[in-house]
């Protein structure tokens, strides 16, 4: 009997539908990132990678739960969990039921400042990542234990408050939710109601992806230009996807996926080490070719959003500030270093922008649009 023909393009379309009636995300783009995460989670071994999908946001209300619940109905095998182990985790993706989907709801409460390190965790959800991704641990009991890798591939969706490490931030697709304004409405989800209409959502994108599979499976797509390494690796399977459905997707797809990773680049001070030459290049340095010492504390101590003013119960000083920039090189391979700066009264040290500019291109995201950086960079 053959096939029935599914149009892909079509398909999405009704997924990112089911998705704008109960959610309301934060830009256009991260419809069609949402949808395309759940059509990649069923054609996971495809893929060399799968991305984590992470719903964040700074207060409660957001719609955060309300996305997981939604993806929930769409996706293989849900498993939804709230303070699971990583042996619970990783027993559940190499058990005999098959692979599940693990949808962990309140990663904050694993991750937050108050939840510890957990870096069992951690580990699983980067090791996952990658469809090689194993976790070892021993098996057995007493000395008669031996070592066994537990497969960890599976793919992940994760809301919370706040942030997360950024090991699982460089491997997500993010998108930061924000509470509804008074104009944006959404369709109340009545489980009873509803979930079985994800379900045959999920049902078609299953025989959906049977179809596609010989398509999708070893592809690698073209990539938009600016976007490279892992943030490449993120977005490749949801970029294959869309190829794969045709239709308006594969441009909408990569126009999403700039997008998102620009403005994930934006949000990422990365370390704080990358947070103090960003506040340099950004706020510090514009316009200026060189400054003192002591010039550069006075204005970074101004940030008020920045923590060099308080840092562990004291303001940043020039030694901190020498032993933090020495971390990184000009573009003449040196230590950047403090060196003398002539002034009316006498010599100051201090520090010049060109020994900072190599650092800033290495390191630092893209600067803001329209800002007195983001000109002198693009001239």
Not at 119 to 146: I, K, M, P, W
Not at 209 to 233: C, I, L, N, Q, S
Not at 297 to 305: I, N, Q, T, W
Request: glycine letters at 8%; hydrophobic letters at 40%.
């Amino acid at each position: 009997m053959t096939q029935q023909h599914i149009d892909g393009a079509a398909l999405l379309n009704e997924v990112e539908a089911f998705h704008r009636r109960f959610n309301v995300f934060p830009t256009e783009a991260a419809y069609v990132a949402v949808a395309l995460w759940d059509a990649h989670a069923h054609l996971l071994d495809c893929f060399d990678s799968t991305p984590r999908l992470a719903f964040l946001s700074p207060e409660p209300g957001s719609g955060k739960s309300r996305a997981l619940e939604i993806v929930e109905t769409l996706v293989p095998q849900p498993m939804v969990a709230v303070n699971a182990s990583a042996a619970a985790l990783f027993r559940a993706v190499s058990g005999a039921e098959g692979r599940p989907t693990i949808l962990f709801d309140e990663i904050d409460t694993v991750f937050g400042p108050k939840a510890g390190e957990n870096e069992e965790l951690r580990g699983f959800l980067n090791a996952g990542h990658r469809r090689s991704g194993v976790t070892y641990r021993c098996v057995g009991d007493g000395g008669n234990q031996s070592v066994v890798a537990f497969p960890s591939y599976c793919a992940v969706a994760v809301a919370g408050l706040g942030s997360l490490p950024d090991t699982i931030l460089t491997r997500s697709v993010i998108v930061r939710m924000r509470r509804r304004a008074r104009n944006e409405k959404a369709e109340p989800f009545r489980a009873r109601v509803h979930t079985a209409q994800g379900h045959a959502l999920r049902d078609q994108l299953a025989a959906w992806a049977d179809h596609v599979r010989p398509k999708v499976d070893g592809v690698f797509p073209v990539m938009p230009e600016e976007v490279t390494d892992r943030p490449a690796d993120v977005w490749e399977p949801l970029i294959a996807v869309a190829d794969a459905a045709g239709g308006a997707w594969p441009e909408r797809a990569r126009t999403a996926c700039v997008e998102l990773v620009n403005a994930a680049k934006q949000d990422d001070k990365g370390s704080i080490g990358i947070r103090l030459l960003t506040d340099l290049r950004d706020q510090v340095f514009p316009g200026i070719d060189r400054l003192p010492t002591v010039a550069i504390l006075d204005r970074l101590h101004s940030l008020d959003e920045a923590p060099w003013a308080d840092m562990g119960g004291r303001p940043l000083d020039a030694r901190g500030l020498a032993k933090m920039l020495r971390e990184y090189m000009t573009g003449d391979n040196t230590p950047i270093a403090a060196r003398n700066i002539k002034s009316g009264t006498g010599v100051l040290k201090g520090y010049y922008a060109a020994d900072l500019a190599d650092a800033w291109a290495r390191y630092c995201p893209p600067p803001p649009a329209g800002s007195a950086t983001s000109a002198t960079s693009a001239t």
